[in-house]
């Protein structure tokens, strides 16, 4: 909240015991800043209306109970119980020790001391509790005022002192202002009069310099008090009329009316009893707005005074024993103490000796217990100081405690997150040296297999080198002797000629099938484009041995770029070269149809036709489905035969695509 908020306001009390009465001009910081304080609280009220949000609700009741502590006592303290429970529901500690404090200037204001010392104490605890040590520089402050006014001297100059070094030392010239205002206000109570303009006149020129009409309208009427106190009544009009003009500005009735009551006092001095009458009157008239009845009290104190100074001893004592009940019945000692007191020589003029010696008697006792009870006060107030260090002490000590046990904690964390960390790099590491060397073993392995293979590519190319060049020229020199035999000797023994023949066809057979060969081993790889070469050449020799028959070759478009090795090329080759060769022999078929096909990973063969068929059965298992069988199932194939007697026969050849 804006502002400061340890000052108080102007407050008269009934102190001086030879004097029977003096009002004392207190501070309190008022967060204006030269605006009207009715327009402050119009504009709170105003933020109301808009329905904010559960904490600003709460600043804004707090902030009410501030303003309205110098212009409506009831306000204030309704406000005041409003912004505690908001600030109690939100558990906002800071907000709710601002609040106490608030609470305790408007009972100050209202002079009960008790409950403004207890609102300040809770205060106190709370920003002890946050370590706000300017807070409690603040709360030292007002709780000096409270000490002062119940004459409690020692305590009230040790709480201002200490405020004072505080402001001091951060350098806050405004706080520093109204600390020094607020001792001199002190010094006026103990009669040091030069002294408490020491300390006066400073604050006065921080606050003309800064432009301050808040602490202006504070300060100057301290100041009229002090030069009162010097019975230089000139300055003490002068400073009083700064007062109240500043008083006006910043829109302190509460001020104004205390104004009223002290101007009337320094008239009532030089015996302008009609004068001072009137601004009694004007006094009241702004008390009743401000409804401070600890006010209105000290206006009657000062009414009654006045009469005595005037003769109307009978209208003094109506309204001392009119106030004396109502302290009675409030249990207000201290104000009752100083009633009587000046009731006793009220009776001495109306000629009643005998209630002078009662109300001595009654003050003296009074007096005694108000004196044990300021006793017991700083007693109970040393012993809670105690037992609040005592406390602090022991929280100080677990906060040690748990800070001990948090920075283990924090330590224990952070090892295990380094052990973490560094079993995961070891754990990368080792993963990436097994991955290299897996990687090694693999590229090794790679390497010698590719090693190998050229190894055994090369041992290929040699065998089908002498294949070529020894056993097909010695084929090649068998067939060329034998056409030389048929052309060089006329050979009339037909069985002759059919050997001879024979040996031929089989030798050239021989041939084709070696260059077969030759042509795989030379392969490392063999598409399904180069397999269909294959077998539509021998499918063409195929036509012309046996032109009665339609031969049938299909293969799927998705086939053609397929690679096989070159032992799964030549063992598809050799079984449908197997098993067209059967189908020409033995089935006198009129078609014989080979049909390649890839679906779903498989590529599937089938060679058929519409032959003579055979009995499965009866056929046994010739040399021939043997062989087929036996390559198929070497390159991981599966081979199916279909047949029955005049029903043809259909091989159904299945392997997996690699290529997918």
């Known amino acids: 909240m804006k502002g400061l908020r340890s000052g108080f306001l102007f407050k008269t009390t009934t102190i001086m015991l030879k004097k029977y009465l003096s009002i004392c001009l207190l501070c309190c910081l008022l967060p204006c800043n030269a605006q009207n304080t009715q327009q402050m609280i119009a504009g709170l009220k105003a933020a109301l209306k808009d329905n904010p949000g559960a904490r600003k609700t709460a600043t804004i009741y707090s902030d009410l109970t501030w303003y309205y502590s110098t212009v409506s006592v009831d306000s204030a303290l309704a406000y005041g119980k409003k912004a505690e429970s908001e600030a109690l529901k939100l558990a906002d500690s800071t907000l709710l020790g601002q609040i106490y404090s608030d609470i305790g200037s408007v009972y100050f204001n209202n002079g009960d001391l008790t409950r403004a010392q207890q609102s300040y104490l809770r205060s ?24 002062r006014d119940r004459q409690e001297y020692t305590q009230s100059m040790k709480a201002f002192l200490e405020a004072l070094t505080y402001f001091e030392s951060v350098k806050d010239l405004k706080s520093t202002a109204i600390a020094k205002s607020n001792i001199g206000m002190l010094m006026v109570n103990l009669h040091d009069y030069k002294k408490a303009l020491a300390y006066l006149n400073p604050a006065i020129a921080y606050a003309e310099q800064q432009q301050l009409p808040d602490r202006l309208c504070e300060f100057y009427g301290n100041l009229g008090k002090a030069y009162s106190g010097l019975n230089d009544t000139v300055k003490a009009r002068v400073a009083f009329e700064k007062s109240l003009r500043n008083c006006r500005l910043s829109g302190n009735n509460r001020a104004i009316s205390v104004l009223y009551q002290n101007i009337g006092l320094l008239r009532a001095r030089a015996k302008n009893e009609a004068s001072a009458a009137v601004m009694y009157e004007k006094s009241r008239q702004v008390g009743q707005v401000v409804n401070s009845a600890h006010d209105q009290d000290n206006l009657k104190i000062s009414v009654a ?287 014989i149809g080979i049909y390649a096909s890839a679906d779903d990973g498989t590529i599937s063969i089938t060679i058929n036709d519409n032959g003579a068929g055979f009995d499965p059965e009866n056929s046994g298992n010739g040399n021939g489905l043997h062989n087929m069988r036996k390559r198929i199932e070497d390159i991981g194939g599966t081979i199916s035969i279909k047949t029955a007697l005049s029903e043809g026969t259909k091989i159904s050849i299945s392997l997996k695509n690699k290529n997918n």
């Open 124 to 147: 106190y605890a709370i920003r002890k509790r946050l370590r706000d040590a300017a807070g409690i520089a603040k709360i030292n402050n007002n709780l000096g005022n409270v000490y």
């Open 305 to 591: 005074r006045s009469y005595l100074k005037t003769g109307k001893y009978k209208e003094a004592l109506a309204l001392l024993t009119e106030i004396r009940d109502k302290f009675l019945r409030e249990k207000k000692d201290e104000s009752l103490y100083y009633t009587l007191d000046l009731m006793i020589p009220t009776f001495a003029y109306l000629k009643q000796p005998d209630s002078v010696l009662y109300y001595q008697e009654v003050n003296k006792k009074l007096s005694e217990h108000l004196t044990r009870l300021s006793m017991l006060r700083q007693t109970a107030e040393l012993e809670t100081k105690y037992q609040t260090a005592k406390k602090e002490k022991l929280l100080a000590e677990q906060r040690a405690e748990t800070h001990r046990k948090n920075m283990l904690l924090v330590g224990i964390s952070v090892l295990t997150f380094l052990v973490i960390i560094i079993s995961l790099l070891l754990y990368r590491q080792q993963k990436l040296k097994n991955r290299q060397q897996q990687q090694e073993f693999r590229l090794k392995s790679a390497i010698a297999q590719i090693e190998t293979q050229n190894k055994l590519q090369e041992q290929r190319l040699s065998i089908s080198r002498d294949l070529h060049d020894n056993i097909g020229a010695q084929l090649t020199f068998i067939i060329s002797s034998v056409d030389n035999i048929k052309h060089g000797f006329d050979i009339q023994n037909i069985r002759l000629n059919d050997k001879l023949r024979s040996i031929s066809d089989f030798t050239k057979s021989t041939i084709v099938e070696l260059r077969d060969t030759i042509w795989a081993m030379n392969n490392s790889a063999i598409t399904f484009e180069d397999l269909k070469v294959r077998i539509l050449n021998f499918i063409e020799k195929a036509k012309m041995a046996r032109e009665d028959i339609h031969f049938t070759f299909d293969i799927d478009d998705a086939l053609q770029a397929v690679a096989l090795t070159s032992i799964e090329g030549m063992n598809i080759y050799r079984t449908i070269q197997e098993a067209v060769n059967n189908a020409i022999k033995y089935s006198d078929a009129e078609d």
